[in-house]
């Protein structure tokens, strides 16, 4: 297969980035598309080019790091994530989009690599059970409702990758913050911090500069882990419910 | 120059650290005998952690709990995306929840056993034991493990061993575990007890006055080279698997870190054993980047089976019955598919080998359902394996409903890693390893479900309470950073990164690692002889030189440049892979993932030589391309006997 | 000792505002803020659009309705009192809603300041137009309360006799509409706003959804047919 590659690059944060065209040939319908740009840094190596940075590693839609936008898409036309999209799902001959997230929380590091770490702050202000290690009880001593549990997981199960803040016209990271927030506060482990913990990730996301929720589920559609809009209604809901109760037993 | 091959033999390594005493109480005497620190003076001390996966991860929280301040690295953009988040299956714990006679000295016995005995008692011993405390911790992090209706924990046999005492968060295990230390570690950084940096590789270790105090590592983002101090420094790097290019490890595991350390002093520990997986989808193509697994759990109920006839390029639903053959059946009939990795593996290859394999290349073999569904019905079979399914389809675009899956081996985990004793502690004082960068609990051969538990295991709480003592007996004293020794590294790290860029060749750093992954692949895969060894043993240090000749990194130091990274990994991996090599030859028996064609049984089962090789080989650094020194740990099994394997 | 816990976060006061204070500062709270005040306002057009269809019944019953509002919580309020109370609520209401609205916008677009080179919006068409159909409302009002209430640039302007002001207004084509286009401005607004509201307050659930949705659906088609009945009617010739 052959396509046009719209590649956006840009040096640094601090550089003016565009949108660069490269031709593509030889590529695999197998190929996913990292390594069609793997493809094409080999050529542009050997061509004295730079080749085009992005970020990933476990190429198995698990660790979160990969992530473009493709076509105005984030992780492009298939529920996945990019390392795991595979170019038989574009036709060949085919004019491909490829533009890092954008959001003024992840600026740009180089071409389409972002700086994510507003995540990470996000959850150390509040996404964890406080229990030192070899503080905690025996496992059977809580029983958790298999209900609560697997509602934890599916919301455990968001990689961090980005996607929804990418596809959000507001920049917004709530249902990345709410996936944390139902995944620790359905559980009864994560009780005694529920209030602290929803007010305090809400601030510090807010503090991150991503925009706010206007509902229109964008980022749920972008989730390659399938995290439901659903999520952000409870969110709303614990906050709310912090808010009244006071701020809770923080500090 | 000198033979490679042509290694010394040196002293014996000695785990010093080991009580002794009856097994079962070795721990508790080890913990009660190791000096503490006193908590008002943790603060005083730094130490130093590279890597934030389970191990890393659990370390750096545990030791910032404790008081101590902790400054860790990870070469990802966040600590949270360390390999480890791939687990799939579960990690196990002798909780014996399910009451099927479950306990902690049986978990200890089918460690050492499944390692093919080739692994140090006490260390496994205590790892069985901690597994109990492991699996309380991660419940009250919040990991969501599967639940019965009941609201209790799940459980799965994992791995053939008969008893459930694997615990799992549906099929990803690894990610949610990760998350729980994560999390930990990020409660810490955020009351700036860590100080994290992220998408920064460690380059080299600092060893002042024969301890280690301190790393040289590269901000990817900026490519600023610095050094860093500390009163003691923790490898939880990883594994070294991506040596062979292609293997299911992340695309940016390496063994930097290690394989720096080992040149600065620490001996590495039996390299040559690697494991392999038998369930991974073959690769499709000379692109193929990395490979992918799939869960151990589908040899239950897809049949495995190769044509008849070489060279058979019919579509396999045109392949009658009677012209498959179903090898593992065939040849096992009482373990049947369900025989461990490395024997399904080392099948598959052989057939292939014979020619009949499946597939694009013909290395490949069929994974079948067809009777599965007929038996249960798809909707069981969707219910049971659905997820697998989608992601083999969303892989290959083939449906494993209408068609057999096809799989194919592929490099999974290394049990080989630095040389710790039961303190972790490396033969660099103040260097400790701890998770799948130490060699220290799997021998041979490493059971499904067991690399979490030890990574977890150290992270949270062995390496915790054995660093007290070092710490303890070592007052912290201020290195400068214009002390020589830091000065010298420094300057060699960067000499290193300028000479990859000055090279200017014209081949990318990549294709020397794939030809370097295939060379490995080929003579020191899934099996192993002497004549491939000797072959591979002269490849290597050619492909260094042109390596070094020919490798073109584009761009500058100063600035993001994954080309720089990947071809400075490479270095690495071009001098490890030598060593594992030499590692293989050395091993004249069959153990564990290591099978020398020469060491078998009659009907083609890998043969151990216990009487030559219940040793550890630690390998000690003399200079790149020249022969290392052996020091041999020999095993004392006082508590399992050593019996030969077998599943016919 | 020494065993690290949380930390203070630097940006709480010790002692936190008030409820409309601290909600006012996080994005999540505003928006609450916004939803509230935007379910007030639809309970009063609710109510008035069943007001409006009176005037079906012609001028007698239209204007003595009209009269009875102002009479409403009597005795124990004053003649007025229920309507001025119920005034300052909807200007309440309608500040804090815009005020809100245009805060959360500025902060949104600040978020997202680069476009894609190829957008693509896969959301409804209520949900797009959110901030402009709310500026279109804002003008609206503005204009409705000149034009009705304080009769200021009504035809007519004959206090105590709405059905007569409605009439004239609504004689004159472009100003019929002006008002028919606000009105499928106000369904587009409630169709996303009224889901968009129970999902904010947290009253929304997978099971409640398509409920909420349905009710948002209604709710906008009943509103919007409601209100433009009048306007037609008069154009029509119905009403006169
Ligand atoms: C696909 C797959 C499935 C698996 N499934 C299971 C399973 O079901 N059960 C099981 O028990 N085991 C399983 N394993 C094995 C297990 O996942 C690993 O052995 C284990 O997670 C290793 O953990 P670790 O903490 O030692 O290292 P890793 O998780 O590999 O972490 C390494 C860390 O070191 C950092 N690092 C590395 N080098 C440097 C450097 N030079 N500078 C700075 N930082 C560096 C990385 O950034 C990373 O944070 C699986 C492995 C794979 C590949
Ligand atoms: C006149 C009657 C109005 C009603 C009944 C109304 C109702 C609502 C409701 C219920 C919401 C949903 C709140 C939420 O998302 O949680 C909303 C949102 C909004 N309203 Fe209004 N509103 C009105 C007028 C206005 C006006 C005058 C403006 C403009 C200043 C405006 C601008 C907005 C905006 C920008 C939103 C947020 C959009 C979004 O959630 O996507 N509205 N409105
Ligand atoms: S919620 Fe979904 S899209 Fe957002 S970071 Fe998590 S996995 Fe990615
Ligand atoms: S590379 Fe890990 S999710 Fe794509």
Same mark, same amino acid.
């Given at each position: 297969?052959?396509?046009? @590659?719209?590649?956006?690059?840009?040096?640094?944060?601090?550089?003016?980035?565009?949108?660069?065209?490269?031709?593509?040939?030889?590529?695999?319908?197998?190929?996913?598309?990292?390594?069609?740009?793997?493809?094409?840094?080999?050529?542009?190596?050997?061509?004295?080019?730079?080749?085009?940075?992005?970020?990933?590693?476990?190429?198995?839609?698990?660790?979160?790091?990969?992530?473009? *936008?493709?076509?105005?898409?984030?992780?492009?036309?298939?529920?996945?994530?990019?390392?795991?999209?595979?170019?038989?799902?574009?036709?060949?001959?085919?004019?491909?989009?490829?533009?890092?997230?954008?959001?003024?929380?992840?600026? *740009?590091?180089?071409?389409?690599?972002?700086?994510?770490?507003?995540?990470?702050? *996000?959850?150390?202000?509040?996404?964890?059970?406080?229990?030192?290690?070899?503080?905690?009880?025996?496992?059977?001593?809580?029983?958790?409702?298999?209900?609560?549990?697997?509602?934890?997981?599916?919301?455990?199960?968001?990689?961090?990758?980005?996607?929804?803040?990418?596809?959000?016209?507001?920049?917004?990271?709530?249902?990345?913050?709410?996936?944390?927030?139902?995944?620790?506060?359905?559980?009864?482990?994560?009780?005694?911090?529920?209030?602290?913990?929803?007010?305090?990730?809400?601030?510090?996301?807010?503090?991150?500069?991503?925009?706010?929720?206007?509902?229109?589920?964008?980022?749920?559609?972008?989730?390659?882990?399938?995290?439901?809009?659903?999520?952000?209604?409870?969110?709303?809901?614990?906050?709310?419910?912090?808010?009244?109760?006071?701020?809770?037993?923080?500090? | 120059?000198?033979?490679?091959?042509?290694?010394?033999?040196?002293?014996?390594?000695?785990?010093?650290?080991?009580?002794?005493?009856?097994?079962?109480?070795?721990?508790?005497?080890? #913990?009660?005998?190791?000096?503490?620190?006193?908590?008002?003076?943790?603060?005083?001390?730094?130490?130093?952690?590279?890597?934030?996966?389970?191990?890393?991860?659990?370390?750096?929280?545990?030791?910032?709990?404790?008081?101590?301040?902790?400054?860790?690295?990870?070469?990802?953009?966040?600590?949270?995306?360390?390999?480890?988040?791939?687990?799939?299956?579960?990690?196990?714990?002798?909780?014996?929840?399910?009451?099927?006679?479950?306990?902690?000295?049986?978990?200890?016995?089918?460690?050492?056993?499944?390692?093919?005995?080739?692994?140090?008692?006490?260390?496994?011993?205590?790892?069985?034991?901690?597994?109990?405390?492991?699996?309380?911790?991660?419940?009250?992090?919040?990991?969501?493990?599967?639940?019965?209706?009941?609201?209790?924990?799940?459980?799965?046999?994992?791995?053939?061993?008969?008893?459930?005492?694997?615990?799992?968060?549906?099929?990803?295990?690894?990610?949610?575990?990760?998350?729980?230390?994560?999390?930990?570690?990020?409660?810490?950084?955020?009351?700036?007890?860590?100080?994290?940096?992220?998408?920064?590789?460690?380059?080299?270790?600092?060893?002042?006055?024969?301890?280690?105090?301190?790393?040289?590592?590269?901000?990817?983002?900026?490519?600023?080279?610095?050094?860093?101090?500390?009163?003691?420094?923790?490898?939880?790097?990883?594994?070294?698997?991506?040596?062979?290019?292609?293997?299911?490890?992340?695309?940016?595991?390496?063994?930097?870190?290690?394989? #720096?350390?080992?040149?600065?002093?620490?001996?590495?520990?039996?390299?040559?054993?690697?494991?392999?997986?038998?369930?991974?989808?073959?690769?499709?193509?000379?692109?193929?980047?990395?490979?992918?697994?799939?869960?151990?759990?589908?040899?239950?109920?897809?049949?495995?089976?190769?044509?008849?006839?070489?060279?058979?390029?019919?579509?396999?639903?045109?392949?009658?019955?009677?012209?498959?053959?179903?090898?593992?059946?065939?040849?096992?009939?009482?373990?049947?598919?369900?025989?461990?990795?490395?024997?399904?593996?080392?099948?598959?290859?052989?057939?292939?080998?014979?020619?009949?394999?499946?597939?694009?290349?013909?290395?490949?073999?069929?994974?079948?359902?067809?009777?599965?569904?007929?038996?249960?019905?798809?909707?069981?079979?969707?219910?049971?394996?659905?997820?697998?399914?989608?992601?083999?389809?969303?892989?290959?675009?083939?449906?494993?409903?209408?068609?057999?899956?096809?799989?194919?081996?592929?490099?999974?985990?290394?049990?080989?890693?630095?040389?710790?004793?039961?303190?972790?502690?490396?033969?660099?004082?103040?260097?400790?390893?701890?998770?799948?960068?130490?060699?220290?609990?799997?021998?041979?051969?490493?059971?499904?479900?067991?690399?979490?538990?030890?990574?977890?295991?150290?992270?949270?709480?062995?390496?915790?309470?054995?660093?007290?003592?070092?710490?303890?007996?070592?007052?912290?004293?201020?290195?400068?950073?214009?002390?020589?020794?830091?000065?010298?590294?420094?300057?060699?790290?960067?000499?290193?990164?300028?000479?990859?860029?000055?090279?200017?060749?014209?081949?990318?750093?990549?294709?020397?690692?794939?030809?370097?992954?295939?060379? @490995?692949?080929?003579?020191?895969?899934?099996?192993?002889?002497?004549?491939?060894?000797?072959?591979?043993?002269?490849?290597?240090?050619?492909?260094?030189?042109?390596?070094?000749?020919?490798?073109?990194?584009?761009?500058?130091?100063?600035?993001?440049?994954?080309?720089?990274?990947?071809?400075?990994?490479?270095?690495?991996?071009?001098?490890?892979?030598?060593?594992?090599?030499?590692?293989?030859?050395?091993?004249?028996?069959?153990?564990?993932?290591?099978?020398?064609?020469?060491?078998?049984?009659?009907?083609?089962?890998?043969?151990?030589?216990?009487?030559?090789?219940?040793?550890?080989?630690?390998?000690?650094?003399?200079?790149?391309?020249?022969?290392?020194?052996?020091?041999?740990?020999?095993?004392?099994?006082?508590?399992?006997?050593?019996?030969?394997?077998?599943?016919? | 000792?020494?065993?690290?816990?949380?930390?203070?976060?630097?940006?709480?006061?010790?002692?936190?505002?008030?409820?409309?204070?601290?909600?006012?500062?996080?994005? *999540?709270?505003?928006?609450?803020?916004?939803?509230?005040?935007?379910?007030?306002?639809?309970?009063?057009?609710?109510?008035?659009?069943?007001?409006?269809?009176?005037?079906?019944?012609?001028?007698?019953?239209?204007?003595?309705?009209?009269?009875?509002?102002?009479?409403?919580?009597?005795?124990?309020?004053?003649?007025?009192?229920?309507?001025?109370?119920?005034?300052?609520?909807?200007?309440?209401?309608?500040?804090?809603?815009?005020?809100?609205?245009?805060?959360?916008?500025?902060?949104?677009?600040?978020?997202?300041?680069?476009?894609?080179?190829?957008?693509?919006?896969?959301?409804?068409?209520?949900?797009?137009?959110?901030?402009?159909?709310?500026?279109?409302?804002?003008?609206?009002?503005?204009?409705?309360?000149?034009?009705?209430?304080?009769?200021?640039?009504?035809?007519?302007?004959?206090?105590?006799?709405?059905?007569?002001?409605?009439?004239?207004?609504?004689?004159?084509?472009?100003?019929?509409?002006?008002?028919?286009?606000?009105?499928?401005?106000?369904?587009?607004?409630?169709?996303?706003?009224?889901?968009?509201?129970?999902?904010?307050?947290?009253?929304?659930?997978?099971?409640?959804?398509?409920?909420?949705?349905?009710?948002?659906?209604?709710?906008?088609?009943?509103?919007?047919?409601?209100?433009?009945?009048?306007?037609?009617?008069?154009?029509?010739?119905?009403?006169?």
């Amino acid at each position: 297969m052959k396509f046009t @590659l719209r590649v956006w690059r840009q040096r640094d944060a601090a550089a003016a980035g565009a949108m660069t065209t490269y031709e593509v040939d030889g590529v695999s319908a197998d190929m996913s598309f990292l390594e069609m740009l793997d493809h094409l840094n080999e050529r542009l190596i050997l061509s004295g080019d730079t080749p085009v940075a992005f970020d990933h590693d476990c190429r198995e839609g698990i660790c979160g790091a990969c992530g473009v *936008v493709i076509n105005g898409q984030a992780h492009g036309p298939e529920r996945t994530t990019a390392c795991q999209l595979h170019m038989r799902h574009f036709r060949d001959g085919d004019t491909i989009d490829v533009e890092p997230w954008r959001a003024e929380a992840f600026p *740009v590091v180089r071409d389409l690599v972002v700086d994510r770490s507003a995540f990470d702050r *996000v959850i150390a202000s509040g996404g964890y059970v406080s229990v030192p290690t070899g503080s905690a009880p025996e496992a059977h001593a809580t029983p958790v409702p298999k209900a609560a549990a697997d509602l934890a997981f599916d919301h455990a199960a968001c990689i961090g990758c980005g996607a929804c803040v990418a596809a959000c016209p507001n920049g917004s990271a709530m249902l990345f913050t709410a996936a944390k927030v139902v995944h620790l506060n359905a559980l009864p482990q994560g009780a005694p911090e529920r209030e602290s913990r929803v007010l305090d990730m809400v601030d510090t996301m807010d503090a991150q500069g991503f925009g706010g929720c206007t509902n229109t589920g964008e980022c749920a559609t972008a989730c390659p882990k399938g995290i439901p809009l659903s999520a952000i209604g409870t969110l709303n809901r614990e906050y709310l419910r912090a808010t009244v109760k006071g701020r809770g037993n923080r500090d | 120059m000198t033979d490679y091959t042509a290694y010394g033999v040196g002293d014996p390594v000695a785990d010093t650290k080991a009580p002794d005493g009856p097994i079962a109480e070795r721990w508790d005497r080890r #913990r009660f005998e190791a000096k503490l620190v006193n908590p008002a003076n943790r603060r005083k001390h730094t130490v130093i952690v590279v890597g934030t996966g389970l191990a890393g991860g659990a370390a750096g929280a545990t030791l910032a709990e404790q008081g101590y301040r902790v400054v860790q690295f990870c070469y990802q953009d966040s600590p949270r995306r360390a390999h480890s988040i791939a687990a799939q299956g579960g990690i196990n714990a002798a909780k014996n929840y399910r009451n099927d006679g479950d306990s902690v000295h049986r978990l200890f016995y089918d460690t050492v056993k499944g390692g093919d005995f080739r692994a140090r008692e006490s260390n496994v011993h205590r790892l069985a034991q901690i597994s109990l405390q492991i699996i309380d911790q991660c419940v009250a992090q919040g990991v969501p493990f599967a639940r019965e209706y009941g609201g209790l924990l799940d459980t799965r046999s994992f791995g053939g061993v008969q008893v459930s005492r694997t615990f799992y968060a549906r099929g990803q295990t690894g990610q949610q575990l990760l998350l729980g230390a994560y999390q930990a570690l990020s409660r810490q950084i955020d009351a700036g007890t860590v100080e994290m940096h992220p998408r920064t590789e460690m380059l080299d270790l600092v060893v002042v006055d024969g301890r280690a105090r301190g790393v040289v590592a590269r901000d990817l983002v900026t490519g600023r080279v610095d050094t860093y101090f500390a009163d003691a420094v923790v490898l939880a790097s990883g594994g070294y698997g991506n040596v062979f290019y292609l293997s299911t490890n992340a695309k940016n595991s390496n063994a930097t870190a290690v394989w #720096r350390a080992h040149r600065r002093g620490a001996l590495f520990a039996n390299p040559c054993f690697t494991q392999i997986h038998p369930t991974c989808i073959p690769r499709s193509g000379d692109h193929q980047s990395k490979l992918t697994l799939m869960s151990e759990s589908l040899r239950n109920d897809g049949r495995i089976w190769v044509p008849v006839a070489k060279g058979d390029t019919r579509p396999p639903n045109e392949i009658p019955e009677d012209e498959r053959d179903y090898y593992l059946e065939r040849m096992y009939p009482s373990f049947g598919n369900l025989v461990p990795r490395d024997i399904a593996s080392r099948a598959a290859k052989n057939v292939c080998d014979e020619g009949r394999g499946v597939g694009p290349g013909g290395q490949g073999v069929y994974l079948d359902f067809a009777d599965a569904i007929r038996r249960m019905g798809r909707a069981a079979v969707d219910a049971k394996y659905g997820n697998l399914f989608e992601m083999y389809e969303r892989i290959t675009a083939e449906d494993p409903y209408q068609v057999p899956m096809r799989i194919y081996p592929a490099i999974h985990y290394t049990m080989g890693g630095l040389w710790v004793d039961y303190d972790l502690q490396t033969t660099v004082p103040g260097l400790f390893a701890i998770g799948e960068a130490n060699f220290s609990d799997h021998g041979a051969n490493r059971l499904g479900a067991s690399a979490l538990m030890q990574g977890l295991a150290d992270g949270y709480f062995v390496l915790p309470a054995t660093i007290n003592d070092y710490l303890a007996r070592h007052p912290h004293d201020e290195v400068l950073a214009d002390h020589p020794a830091a000065v010298a590294v420094v300057a060699e790290v960067t000499a290193r990164l300028d000479r990859l860029l000055a090279v200017d060749g014209d081949r990318t750093p990549d294709s020397f690692h794939r030809e370097l992954g295939e060379l @490995l692949w080929d003579e020191c895969g899934m099996a192993r002889n002497e004549a491939g060894l000797r072959k591979a043993l002269g490849r290597i240090p050619e492909l260094r030189e042109e390596f070094w000749r020919r490798v073109k990194v584009p761009g500058t130091g100063a600035e993001l440049n994954q080309s720089l990274e990947k071809a400075n990994r490479i270095v690495d991996y071009l001098e490890l892979a030598e060593l594992t090599c030499l590692d293989a030859l050395h091993r004249t028996e069959s153990c564990g993932g290591h099978f020398r064609e020469e060491s078998q049984t009659p009907d083609g089962e890998a043969a151990r030589r216990d009487e030559l090789f219940s040793y550890t080989a630690a390998w000690e650094f003399t200079g790149t391309g020249r022969p290392p020194v052996l020091h041999k740990e020999d095993l004392v099994f006082e508590h399992v006997h050593p019996t030969q394997r077998s599943y016919t | 000792m020494a065993l690290a816990t949380r930390t203070q976060h630097a940006q709480h006061p010790q002692h936190p505002p008030s409820l409309l204070g601290s909600l006012w500062r996080s994005t *999540v709270g505003k928006k609450a803020v916004m939803a509230v005040t935007g379910l007030i306002m639809l309970a009063y057009l609710v109510a008035h659009m069943i007001g409006n269809l009176k005037i079906f019944f012609g001028p007698g019953e239209f204007d003595h309705y009209a009269h009875w509002l102002r009479t409403i919580g009597g005795p124990v309020l004053h003649y007025e009192w229920f309507l001025w109370i119920l005034r300052v609520v909807l200007v309440a209401a309608v500040v804090l809603h815009g005020v809100a609205a245009y805060q959360l916008s500025r902060r949104d677009l600040a978020a997202r300041p680069v476009k894609y080179a190829r957008p693509r919006a896969r959301t409804s068409y209520a949900t797009r137009t959110m901030r402009w159909g709310g500026v279109i409302l804002g003008l609206f009002v503005v204009w409705h309360i000149l034009d009705l209430t304080t009769l200021t640039v009504n035809p007519n302007a004959q206090h105590g006799h709405p059905y007569a002001n409605v009439v004239a207004s609504f004689d004159r084509w472009y100003v019929a509409a002006f008002y028919i286009a606000a009105m499928l401005a106000l369904g587009l607004h409630i169709r996303h706003g009224f889901w968009s509201a129970a999902q904010t307050l947290g009253a929304n659930s997978p099971r409640r959804d398509r409920a909420f949705k349905a009710a948002a659906n209604a709710l906008a088609a009943l509103l919007t047919v409601g209100f433009v009945s009048v306007p037609v009617a008069v154009l029509t010739g119905i009403v006169s």
